[in-house]
C-alpha cells in the first residue's frame, strides 16, 4: 500500500485542522494511501525537517495541511531530493495563494482534503535561491519590505486587507533602490522601488498582479516597478485592480524569465529579499526556475486553461525558435554551391 504523511499545523486557522484531522487520514485511507500524521512544533525547520525525512523514507505522497508558511517549508523538505514524493495541500492560513492559484478550496478542509480523491496532478515549477526554494513569489524592494511590519495578529484576522490599510499607512517610506537586474531577454541598471518575481498569479490575495502566469511553462513573471512616487504606484495599483491593465504600463518592466540575477551597489545599503512572504536573506542573489518539479494535486478541471501549458504547441514553437535561431548563426561559407548546408567533416 502507498504511505501518505499529513504534515499538520496544529495552531492553523484557529485549530480546525487538529478537529479534522480524522477526515483528512479517511480520505487519504479512501485514496489508497496508508495514513499518518505529524503535528509541527514551535522548533525551527520542524515542518521542513519532517518533509526531509518521509522523503528519504520512501513515502508516495506528502501532505501540507496549515498556511503558505507551512506549505513552504514542507517544499524545501522534498525539493532537494532525487526523488521526490507527490504533494497535496490543505489550506488553513491567511491569504492561501497557492491554494487560490491550483483552485483547491479554501474554507472546508475535507472538501479540500477530497481533491486527492480526483487523482489530478500538476507538476509545478518552483523557485530556487542560494539553497532556498519558494513556491510563489521572491521580490526585493522598499514596497516588499512593507510586508514585514503588518503584525501577525493583524493578518490572521483581516488577510490581505491587512496588508492594504498598513501599506498605505507606510507607503510615504517608499524610495527608489539602484538595481542591477539581469534577466533571459535584458539587463535593467536603474532605479526601481521593487522587482517581483511570481510563479501564479495569485499574491496576497490578489489575481492580477501576474495574470498571464502559468504554473508549469518554467518562466517567472518579473516586474520591475521603476516608479517610486506614491501617486504612480497607487495609479498602477488602480491599474492591476482593473484586469491586469498595469503590465503595459511604462513605468514599469512586464516579462516573461527562467532566470535573475539582482545585485545593488555596496552604497545603496543592504537589498532585503521576500520569499513566499517571508524574509530570505540579503541580495546578491540569483534566482532559478526548477521547471516541472514538484507533482501536486490540483482541481485541474477547474484551473483556467490558459494557466497551464499546451505542452505539444509550446514544444513545436520552442523547437521552431531554436531551429530559426540556429539558421540565422549560419554565415556564406557554412552554404554550399546548391544552397544546402555544407558538410564540413
Not at 109 to 121: C, G, N, S, Y
Not at 170 to 196: C, Q, T
Amino acid at each position: 500500500m502507498k504511505k501518505a504523511r499529513v504534515i499538520y499545523n496544529p495552531t492553523s486557522g484557529k485549530e480546525t485542522l487538529k478537529r479534522n484531522l480524522a477526515d483528512i487520514l479517511d480520505v487519504l485511507e479512501r485514496a489508497g494511501y496508508e495514513a499518518s500524521a505529524y503535528a509541527t512544533t514551535p522548533a525551527p525547520d520542524s515542518a521542513m525537517l519532517e518533509a526531509k525525512r518521509v522523503g528519504k523514507a520512501g513515502f508516495d505522497l506528502v501532505v501540507a495541511a496549515g498556511g503558505d508558511g507551512t506549505i513552504n517549508e514542507v517544499v524545501n523538505g522534498i525539493a532537494p531530493l532525487k526523488k521526490r514524493p507527490k504533494l497535496a495541500i490543505i489550506p488553513a492560513g491567511t491569504t492561501n495563494d497557492y491554494a487560490r492559484a491550483l483552485k483547491i478550496p479554501r474554507n472546508n478542509i475535507k472538501d479540500a482534503a477530497e481533491v486527492i480523491l480526483k487523482d489530478q496532478t500538476v507538476k509545478m515549477d518552483i523557485g530556487k535561491t542560494n539553497g532556498l526554494y519558494f513556491i510563489n513569489i521572491a521580490a526585493g524592494g522598499h514596497l516588499t519590505e512593507l510586508t514585514y511590519d503588518v503584525p501577525s495578529e493583524l493578518k490572521s484576522i483581516f488577510g490581505y486587507l491587512a496588508y492594504l490599510v498598513k501599506g498605505a499607512e507606510l507607503l510615504p517610506r517608499v524610495k527608489p533602490i539602484k538595481m542591477h537586474l539581469e534577466y533571459d531577454d535584458g539587463i535593467y541598471d536603474g532605479n526601481a522601488s521593487m522587482f517581483f518575481l511570481g510563479l501564479t498569479n495569485s499574491v496576497g490575495g490578489f489575481e492580477q498582479i501576474a495574470p498571464d502566469a502559468k504554473l508549469d511553462d518554467g518562466k517567472f513573471s518579473l516586474i520591475i516597478v521603476k516608479t517610486a512616487n506614491i501617486f504612480e504606484i497607487v495609479h498602477l495599483v488602480a491599474l492591476m485592480m482593473n484586469g491586469g491593465k498595469h503590465i503595459n504600463d511604462k513605468r514599469l518592466i512586464y516579462t516573461k524569465t527562467s532566470k535573475l540575477t539582482v545585485k545593488t551597489p555596496e552604497s545603496e545599503g543592504r537589498l532585503m529579499i521576500n520569499l513566499d512572504g517571508e524574509y530570505g536573506g540579503d541580495a546578491p542573489m540569483t534566482f532559478e526556475n526548477l521547471h516541472n518539479h514538484i507533482e501536486i494535486f490540483a482541481n485541474t478541471d477547474m484551473i483556467p486553461e490558459d494557466a497551464l501549458s499546451d505542452t505539444e504547441e509550446e514544444a513545436y514553437e520552442e523547437v521552431s525558435k531554436d531551429f530559426i535561431k540556429e539558421v540565422e548563426k549560419l554565415t556564406d561559407e557554412d552554404i554550399d554551391g546548391d544552397g544546402k548546408i555544407a558538410d564540413k567533416k
